[in-house]
């Protein structure tokens, strides 16, 4: 049956081409789209976004816009369910909706070995607490920018020394540059040594983090900055809410797709039945079953659909493999990677909608009267 169906697909290349292509370009899309719904989940799900609040100055959005006491940290440090506090200062050459964003996080060195799951695959950690100037990249921007352990990286005003490159088990991390506190607090002629632009928290595992996050704020609510203290998942939800309504809108796109490719691919199919309902009129003439044409028919839109939607799959998890792409807004951002899930998700959702793309014309051929099936002209 195999022979037979890919020698039918043969007969008109052209055709079969054609399909193929605008099925791969369609399940491409697809995948694109799949894959920033998995990156916004993975920057809102994991466990740190869940057992780790982030303290910022009240009604300030961009970074730049937060300014809050060091000294916080001290406070927050005594309330119960409190195990650590890492002072942040960050810069972001963009608070706006941007592909190309750069944000650098400032922080004592010892603290950001501690608390941030990060693996140095070239440089050290020790010439990273050693100088003032030092940075360490996380590698997909050290991709994107071209950059390697000892180059100098300037930019908005700000020049680092690369000290250091780094993966990490979160995605959204290796689009990061790190730097000491000091170095941000003092770059481009600021004097703001003992302000931060946030504090993280990190929780016990006994601890409620809604109850500390209440502490947290009633604390330092007679301190010299207001602040609102969230859980940190839902922190950048609320920072990349208008990314999070795009990736929403766009999740219907993916819909859209999965819809054309039904539709060329079903047609597809009823012309070649059509080009042969002698053929299959033949046939049964000669014994074939009918559950047997139509199992000759799924086959067919079955293989066309998997060939382009592999096809596509395959191209798009190579792209966001290699690319390194991210989406970033007020110094969050998303991280676009392939992952088994989207492969699969992606190779499935192509052999379903074969499947469902051959129903009505291998019910027509089952149902076919040979009488005037070889009538037909």
């Known amino acids: 049956m195999l022979g037979y169906v890919l020698k039918t697909l043969l007969r008109h290349r052209a055709r079969t081409l054609l399909t193929v292509s605008g099925t791969a370009v369609a399940m491409f899309v697809f995948c694109l789209v799949g894959s920033m719904q998995e990156g916004l989940a993975r920057l809102t799900t994991s466990s740190d976004a869940d057992r780790s609040l982030i303290v910022f100055q009240e009604n300030r959005f961009c970074p730049t816009s937060s300014r809050l006491p060091e000294d916080y940290a001290d406070e927050i440090r005594k309330l119960p369910g409190v195990q650590d506090v890492m002072p942040i200062q960050v810069w972001t050459n963009n608070c706006r909706a941007s592909l190309d964003i750069v944000v650098f996080n400032g922080a004592a060195p010892e603290l950001i070995r501690k608390n941030r799951p990060l693996i140095l695959t070239a440089g050290s950690w ?21 950059l ?34 000091a170095y941000l607090q003092l770059a481009q002629g600021r004097n703001e040594a003992g302000l931060v632009t946030q504090h993280e928290v990190v929780l016990n595992e006994a601890a409620d983090a809604v109850t500390v996050a209440r502490e947290i704020d009633k604390t330092l609510k007679s301190g010299p900055v207001a602040t609102t203290t969230r859980q940190k998942g839902a922190f950048q939800v609320s920072t990349l809410s208008d990314l999070v309504d795009l990736i929403g809108f ?3 796109l993916g819909y859209a797709c999965v819809g054309l490719v039904l539709s060329l691919v079903a047609t597809t199919t009823v012309m070649s039945v059509q080009d042969r309902i002698k053929e299959y009129a033949v046939l049964q003439t000669i014994g074939v079953r009918p559950f047997r044409t139509m199992r000759l028919v799924l086959m067919e839109s079955t ?29 969050a951002m998303i991280a676009f990677r392939p992952s088994t899930q989207l492969v699969l998700s992606g190779t499935l959702m192509s052999a379903f909608v074969g499947i469902l793309a051959g129903i009505a014309p291998a019910v027509q051929v089952a149902t076919l009267s040979i009488v005037t099936a070889l009538r037909h002209e």
């Open 126 to 146: 020790e010439e990273f607490a050693a100088r003032n100037d030092a940075a360490i990249i996380g590698q997909s921007v050290a991709q994107r920018r071209r």
């Open 148 to 181: 390697q352990v000892g180059d100098q990286f300037t930019i908005g005003g700000l020049s680092v020394r690369i000290v250091g490159i780094f993966r990490s088990s979160v995605a959204s991390e290796e689009n990061l540059i790190y730097t000491s506190l």
């Open 250 to 252: 766009a999740h219907w």
């Open 303 to 331: 293989i066309l659909c998997l060939a382009g939607g592999l096809m596509g799959t395959v191209v798009a998890a190579a792209i966001l493999g290699f690319g390194g792409f991210t989406i970033g807004a007020e110094g």
